[in-house]
């Protein structure tokens, strides 16, 4: 399926375009009502900056968006791939680096225990980095979807 904004095929099963986040089948040219509908949320705020706010405290704000979003499917979108990816990073960064510094106190390692402090960094630089890449994605408009996250986040919103 093809887009009608910007042109690029998309798989079929697609609901929104791989490369503008276009919503797929819609009209090229939609009237002013749904343009306006689409550009707002039930926040108050415009959908961009609604939808870039859901990464700005990783999954937290995620919550916070979903729960008091009722309109935007671009918000919801972001809410719910904020929850998923930032939920499951958090979820394996404090499993793992405790872990290993668990593991390196009770065996008295200073290796392991510096292996899972730099293995905690590591984690939290590729978080960070990731957030700053969604908040500018979902700021611009774009529903860019993170590998997994964002098959189910758009599974979410069609429920």
Known sequence: MFCSKCGTENPDE???????????GAAATPTEDAAKSEAESSTGLSANVAGL????????TGIVFLVW???????????????MTFGVLTLAHLIL???????GLSTFSPGLIRVG?????I?????????I????????GKMWKV?????WAEKQISK
């Open 14 to 24: 697609a609901k929104f375009c791989s490369e503008c986040g276009n919503r797929l």
């Open 97 to 103: 680096s405790t872990m290993l510094i668990d593991i």
């Open 69 to 83: 979003e009722k309109k935007s499917i671009f918000v919801k979108f972001h809410a719910w791939q904020s929850i």
């Open 53 to 60: 706010l859901c990464y700005v405290a990783l999954w937290v």
């Open 123 to 131: 984690i939290g630089l590729g978080m960070l980095v990731l957030a």
């Open 147 to 151: 590998p997994w996250a964002g098959d």
């Open 117 to 121: 402090t730099v293995f905690g960094w």
């Open 133 to 140: 890449i969604l908040i500018i994605q979902a700021g611009t």
